[in-house]
Structures are given as structure tokens and as C-alpha cells.
């Protein structure tokens, strides 16, 4: 399949999945469910995926599409220094978030679909990917009218 | 949707056509429409198993108790489907078929979902259209989450609702607001209950049929010859295919899908034809843009090698051909093409195709043709410009040198660039492109153009046809819409876009 960047299509799946645990729990929140606080943990477990998986990591290869208003989060995640750029860490992060909300059935749509973005996150660090943030381009010279 | 247009190339005419032929827009919308059913319909049973389970505990009072007690003596049948207040909801979900389907027809859709935004179809086309083949698994999942899977096993019937006979003889409507009188009251014979019909299958089974002529009809086409007569590889990385094959009719504007099974035996891609209907064969230009198309220009000789033997090259398969024609350029007595980019594709087909039609039918309708091509590359696009070279010989030879006018924008380059065409602008022909019309640069200015063309032709109908990006697009209808005059009588300008 030639050179595909698995971690673009993990980064959109964790973001999928993030949002996913946080509708899930807040109808099990708002339903008051039994274990119903299972679902406030999906709300924020969700809210800090979104976060962390909003700001897109730059291709390797060719113009990285940039979210809309992305740069505010990439000095933050950026911050974080080697626990956003190695995509094992990720990996283990979204598995270990994804166990909680799997007690719930609201939620287990959520953790199945983080899940899956931790295996997908696992298979771009084997073939040694990670996260570099985008920064922002200099400014190029206006050119005139012809 | 291919089946589709296929059928109503033949058929239809008219603006039927092209509602159906904008197939992908169709289908994302639909797409959208699933996932907010989907999450409707998720939600939905997530607070009804919820309930069902509450009724069962010893706080349920009200009607919802006494519905949850039914079936708990032998001659009863009951209604909720789970039977005692410990049942865990997610050990339902398990070990029901229609949960694990639910399961994984969410997943699916979820994974299809994810590797379709446009960023992914970019970075990865092939990620995309091989994940989309999930969806078989979704459309069989789909099937068993509300059918009766009677050869291996009862089917599930989760859902229940009050039988027919009990509907006669108890009356819901009077009968909900004496749910303590059940079992004493003539009027309210405890109500009976079974599975619901499962009725899923009916809604699937004609899209599925339909989809199945549809992958029928490429496997048939798959079979059918394709005749490759030249190869033709352009400097700038763009190789020309000229092939034939039985009973092919195409319009300009349309593309086709391309099969090399020697590459690649799953992965068909499409490409807009560059050659006119009248021509005797049909081409397409492959550009170099990702793994497919590399092997591609390699497995023919393109980039230098060595020359290829006919015999030595690679079958293809060719279904098709798809999407809309722009034929409507020839209802106008005036049409303004505009085209971005790699936009300019169809151009070529429908520029050809406008001097075979001058050629062989001196009265048209059509009388002045504009065409604006924006460009910020022209090297990756000289087969292009060679083309236009060429009709600017055969249409000032035929006396029709105003028939034509082109305006060629260059909206990326440097100072070497600036400074070379400073040197040569006193020159007769372009130094860029070699055309008599001289390129421009930078972007056009759209107001002085259609403000240009609805003073020349101040009562004609005026067709306007874009294909590029979506912006550009925005821009020209709005200016479609300024530059039209109230007056019935006045100039008009119709947009219409291609969506590629």
C-alpha cells in the first residue's frame, strides 16, 4: 500500500472516538444511569482526547491540511514534550483511557473506537513516526499585480 | 450510482440527468444522514434498555412496573425483554445477535467514517477506498440486526410488541390508566405479547440488488478489450494514453475508471478522457501524483526509458465512461470556460470536441467560446498548451481567428521568471507558452471580464462553466449573479460547475 502515514488516520479516529465517549456519556450522565458516573468520566476522558488529538502532527512527505485554529492547542500539546511526540506513549495512553468507559454501556462504543486508534497509534510507532507540530510559515514577500 | 449514470447517458435527458449524476455528493449526504440516524437510533436504545432494566427493580411503580411484571406466570407472555433488575446491559449487548451486530455495524461505519475526511483521502487515497470496503461487512451485519436468521438459530425478536388477537380485547388507549385492574376488569384482559416481525431486510434488499448489477456490470466491462494504439509520455511527468474499445461513447466532460491488474488488482481510479467524441479512440493524461499512477508511468516507459514493445505493455481495464457532459456549452450562443488547475482536464475534450463540431457543422448555435485557464504551473499542463497552439493555427486557418479567445493566468512565479518576461515582451508570441495570446500574470480580475463580456454581448444568453477548486467557484457565481441584467431582454449569465 506504499507509504501511508497511519498516524493521520489514527489521529482521526482518536478524535472520532473522543467524541463518541463524550455523547455516550452524557446520555448516561443526564439519563442518570446506574454507574452513571462511569459516563462523567467518559465526558472528560473524551474532552482531554479531543484536546490532545485536535492539533494535526505534520507529514512527513508533501502540505499537512491544518485544522481550523489549530495553532492555539500545538503550543500547548507542545509542551508536553516527548509524551505527545512518541506514538507509544499515545498508544498506551488511549488504551489505558479507553478501559473506564467500557464498564458502561454507553460508552463501550467509545472504547471499542479508542481502542482501535491505540492499535492504529501502535502500528505508525513501529514504523517510527511521531508527532512534529506545525509552526507557522514566515511571511512571504507580497508579489505585485502583473 | 454508476449503474446509474451508465443507464441515463442512454436515457435520460435533461436536468434529471445531472441531479443523478452528482453521485458523490449524493453520497456523502446520505453518509451523514446514516450517522445522524445511526446516533438517533443508538441513543434511542440505550435509554429504552435502560428503562426496561429500571422497571424491573423494586422502585418501578406506575404503569411501566405493571408492563415489567408481565410474563412472570406461566400463562403470560411478557413484554420487557429483560427479565430481572441484575442483568448487566452490557452482557445483553454481547450475547444478543442483534447488540454484536449493532456493535459491529457501528464500528464499521466508524472506521469508514475516519479514513474518508478529505485530509485522509489526500494523504492516502488507497487507505481510503480499501477501509470503504468495510462496508460489506456493515451491509451483512446490517441484514442480521433485524432479520430472522431461521437456518442456524430463533431468531432474536428482541422488540416486542402486543399481538393482534390481544389488541381486539384490550383496549390500550382505555386501558393504560388501569393497570391495577388488569387482571380483575372485563375490559382489560391481561394483554399478550410476542416478537415483532423483523422487517430490516426490506430496506436493504434493493439498494444491495442494485450495488450487485452495478459491481456485475464492472466485472463485464472488466472482461472487455481494451486496445491501447499510442503511448505518448510528456516531459513534465504526464503520460498520454490513446485506447479503443467496443461500443465506447463518451461526451466531453466525462471520465472513466482505469484497472491495472498487473499493479494492482482491487484499486480502479478515475480519470477525466481528453479526447473529443468524434475522434476514433479515446485518451486520458496520468499525471504522476501517488504510488498507483508511478507504477503506472514506469510499467508503459514513461521518464526515459528505454521504448516499449506493444506487446510488453500492461492489459488495462476501462469502465466507464461517467459524470456529467458538458455539452451544455453548445445550447449558448456565447460560453465562458473557466479552469483551475488540473480543472482543465475536461477543457481539453470539450475544446477539441467545439472544432470538430465547427468543422462538420458550419451553422451553430455557439458562436464565441472564452476560456480562462489559471494556472500555477503551466509545465506541469504543456500538453495542454499544445493543444491550444494547435487550435489557434486551425481556427485562424479557417478564418474563424475570433472564434476562440483565451486568457492563460499564471498565478505563481519568481523573480528570474518576472525579469525573463520583462526581456521578451515586445515579442510576437508568448515566451511562456509559445501562443500568440499572451499569458497574464497573477490572478484575473473577474469584474473587468464579465463586465467586458456583458458589455460586447448585451443580449445573450451567456453559459458559464467552472471546474476547480471551491472558492474560485464561490467568486464566479457571485459574479454570474452581479453581472446578469434585470432586463429578460438583457445578458444572463447560467453557471454551471463540475465537481471532480
Redesign the interface.
Known amino acids: 500500500?506504499?507509504?501511508?502515514?497511519w498516524a493521520?488516520?489514527a489521529n482521526?479516529?482518536a478524535l472520532?472516538s473522543g467524541l463518541?465517549l463524550i455523547?455516550?456519556g452524557i446520555?448516561?450522565t443526564a439519563?442518570q444511569?446506574?454507574s452513571w458516573w462511569f459516563g462523567a468520566y467518559s465526558i472528560v476522558a473524551g474532552v482531554f482526547i479531543c484536546l490532545l488529538e485536535y492539533p494535526?502532527g505534520k507529514?512527513r512527505k508533501?502540505s499537512t491540511?491544518e485544522r481550523c485554529g489549530q495553532k492555539y492547542l500545538t503550543k500547548v500539546v507542545k509542551v508536553l514534550g516527548p509524551l505527545s511526540r512518541n506514538y507509544y506513549i499515545r498508544a498506551v495512553l488511549h488504551l489505558g483511557l479507553s478501559v473506564p468507559a467500557g464498564?458502561?454501556?454507553?460508552t463501550?462504543?467509545g472504547t471499542?473506537?479508542l481502542a482501535?486508534a491505540s492499535s492504529i497509534y501502535l502500528l505508525a510507532a513501529f514504523h517510527g513516526e511521531q508527532w512534529t507540530p506545525i509552526e507557522p510559515k514566515p511571511k512571504e514577500r507580497p508579489?505585485?499585480?502583473? | 450510482m454508476a449503474f446509474f449514470h451508465w443507464e441515463n447517458y442512454f436515457c435520460c435527458r435533461g436536468p434529471w440527468r445531472r441531479q443523478l449524476d452528482k453521485n458523490l455528493k449524493f453520497h456523502k449526504l446520505v453518509a451523514y444522514g446514516i450517522a445522524i440516524n445511526a446516533t438517533i437510533h443508538i441513543v434511542a436504545h440505550l435509554c429504552n434498555l435502560e428503562r426496561y432494566r429500571w422497571s424491573q427493580s423494586t422502585e418501578a411503580e406506575g404503569l411501566l412496573a405493571a408492563l415489567a411484571k408481565l410474563g412472570k406466570t406461566p400463562n403470560e407472555s411478557y413484554l420487557n425483554p429483560i427479565r430481572t433488575f441484575h442483568t448487566n446491559t452490557i452482557t445483553v449487548l454481547l450475547t444478543t445477535i442483534a447488540g454484536v451486530t449493532g456493535l459491529i455495524i457501528s464500528l464499521a461505519f466508524i472506521l469508514i467514517m475516519t479514513s474518508s475526511t478529505e485530509f485522509i483521502r489526500q494523504v492516502s487515497y488507497e487507505l481510503f477506498w480499501y477501509t470503504h470496503h468495510v462496508f460489506i461487512i456493515f451491509f451483512v451485519s446490517l441484514a442480521i440486526h433485524g432479520v430472522l436468521f431461521c437456518f442456524v438459530l430463533m431468531a432474536s425478536r428482541i422488540v416486542r410488541g402486543q399481538t393482534p388477537e390481544s389488541q381486539l380485547l384490550h383496549n390500550v388507549t382505555f386501558c393504560k390508566d388501569r393497570y391495577a385492574q388488569w387482571q380483575t376488569a372485563a375490559q382489560c384482559p391481561t394483554p399478550q405479547f410476542s416478537g415483532k416481525e423483523p422487517s430490516a431486510w426490506k430496506w436493504v434488499l434493493g439498494p444491495v440488488v442494485l450495488y450487485t448489477c452495478e459491481r456485475i456490470i464492472r466485472f463485464w466491462r472488466f472482461r472487455q478489450e481494451v486496445v491501447i494504439t499510442k503511448v505518448v509520455s510528456h516531459p513534465s511527468g504526464v503520460l498520454e494514453l490513446h485506447m479503443k474499445k467496443r461500443n465506447f461513447k463518451m461526451a466531453p466532460g466525462q471520465y472513466v475508471l482505469i484497472q491495472c491488474p498487473s499493479i494492482s488488482w482491487l484499486e480502479w481510479h478515475p480519470f477525466t478522457l481528453t479526447s473529443a467524441p468524434q475522434e476514433n479512440f479515446f485518451s486520458v493524461h496520468i499525471r504522476v501524483a501517488g504510488d498507483w499512477t508511478e507504477a503506472l508511468c514506469k510499467a508503459f516507459g514513461a521518464g526515459g526509458q528505454a521504448r516499449k514493445e506493444s506487446w510488453s505493455l500492461p492489459r488495462l481495464a476501462v469502465d466507464g465512461p461517467f459524470g456529467t457532459a458538458l455539452t451544455d456549452v453548445f445550447h449558448y450562443p456565447v460560453s465562458v470556460c473557466v479552469a483551475a488547475g488540473i480543472g482543465v482536464t475536461p477543457f481539453a475534450s470539450l475544446l477539441k470536441s467545439i472544432w470538430y463540431r465547427c468543422e462538420s457543422h458550419p451553422q451553430l448555435k455557439l458562436s464565441k467560446v472564452y476560456f480562462y485557464w489559471i494556472c500555477r504551473d503551466p509545465r506541469a499542463f504543456e500538453w495542454f498548451a499544445d493543444l491550444l497552439l494547435s487550435l489557434e493555427t486551425l481556427m485562424s486557418e479557417r478564418g474563424k481567428a475570433h472564434f476562440l479567445s483565451y486568457h492563460i493566468f499564471l498565478t505563481n512565479w519568481d523573480e528570474n521568471q518576472a525579469v525573463h518576461i520583462a526581456l521578451h515582451w515586445d515579442a510576437n508570441t508568448d515566451v511562456i507558452t509559445g501562443l500568440k495570446q499572451k499569458t497574464f500574470y497573477g490572478r484575473p480580475d473577474w469584474n473587468h471580464e464579465f463586465r467586458q463580456m456583458a458589455y460586447t454581448h448585451p443580449s445573450s444568453n451567456i453559459g458559464v462553466f467552472f471546474c476547480g477548486p471551491k472558492a474560485l467557484s464561490k467568486t464566479l457565481q457571485r459574479m454570474c449573479r452581479l453581472y446578469s441584467s434585470a432586463d429578460p431582454r438583457g445578458v444572463h449569465f447560467y453557471y454551471h460547475k463540475e465537481s471532480f
Open positions: 500500500m506504499g507509504q501511508i502515514e493521520m488516520w482521526e479516529q472520532a463518541i455523547t455516550g446520555v448516561a439519563g444511569f446506574t494535526r507529514r508533501g491540511m464498564f458502561l454501556l454507553a463501550i462504543l471499542a473506537c482501535i508579489q505585485p499585480q502583473g
